[in-house]
């Protein structure tokens, strides 16, 4: 059984930093690109950060580019998201998505807000 399971959100001021992780298992962590996607509330979802299986190569949405960093450690299936100079639009229910055996899979999500 494929699981994705979030964590690291939480409540934070503008401009402080937080890191998601996500925990693989049930398929092979190493072959399979990870993304990040968030949805903020009344809107859809919106994809971040895409990290390649090898972890060498990684994109970012505009959004989030120069301020996030995503990254995946392979020996122990868990790719994060390290997130700097949060600012109230960063808020958002934020999701671990691995695509394995030609199917979608989905974490619970980690709800992160930004407030002062």
């Known amino acids: 059984e494929v699981q994705l399971v979030e964590s690291g959100g939480g409540l934070v001021q503008p401009g402080a930093s937080l890191r998601l992780s996500c925990a693989a298992s049930?398929?092979?962590?190493?072959?399979?690109?990870m993304n990040w996607v968030r949805q903020a509330p009344g809107k859809g979802p919106e994809w971040v950060s895409l990290?390649?299986?090898?972890?060498?190569?990684?994109w970012y949405a505009d959004s989030v580019k120069g301020r996030f960093i995503i990254s995946r450690d392979n020996a122990k299936n868990m790719v994060y998201l390290q997130m700097n100079s949060l600012k109230p639009e960063d808020a958002a229910v934020y999701y671990c998505?691995?695509?394995?055996?030609?199917?979608?899979?989905w974490g619970q999500g980690t709800q992160v807000t930004v407030s002062s």
């Open positions: 049930g398929f092979t962590f190493g072959n399979s690109d």
């Open positions: 990290i390649n299986s090898g972890g060498g190569i990684a």
């Open positions: 998505n691995a695509v394995a055996n030609g199917l979608s899979y």
